[in-house]
């Protein structure tokens, strides 16, 4: 996705928190939740819907791996807000743990695709 590209911030949202990331950060691991990636680089923010990952950030570099992103002008608007009402609607109609799990699952990514959306707008 990126790559060998000078950064000048990180934000991201880790499983306890969210977290800030400048250059010469101290070295760590961590999962990532699903959630919103920041990037500033030339002035600019570049907004990335993550679905859960790990981060290791070591010597000045930051190593994302995950299953899935989404850069926000690569996510439909509209596709997005839809994805968004089903998710919230199946998560009203599960039945058992198991449907209310998955069911979950996918409105917290349905809501963080949205979220990519809007904040690439301000």
């Known amino acids: 996705m990126i790559r060998d590209s000078e950064v000048k911030e990180i934000i991201l949202s880790t499983n306890s928190r969210q977290i800030g990331l400048l250059p010469n950060h101290a070295p760590i691991v961590t999962a990532v939740d699903i959630g ?61 743990k198991r449907q209310a799990i998955a069911s979950n699952l996918a409105l917290r990514r349905a809501r963080t695709r949205v979220a990519v959306i809007k904040k690439s707008i301000n």
Not at 53 to 58: A, K, N
């Open 36 to 96: 919103l990636l920041r990037i500033r680089r030339n002035g600019q923010w570049l907004t990335v819907a993550l679905m859960g990952c790990f981060t290791r950030i070591s010597n000045n570099e930051i190593t994302i791996l995950g299953n899935d992103a989404e850069i926000s002008s690569d996510i439909d608007p509209q596709e997005a807000k839809q994805t968004f009402e089903i998710a919230e609607d199946n998560l009203s109609r599960a039945q058992g």
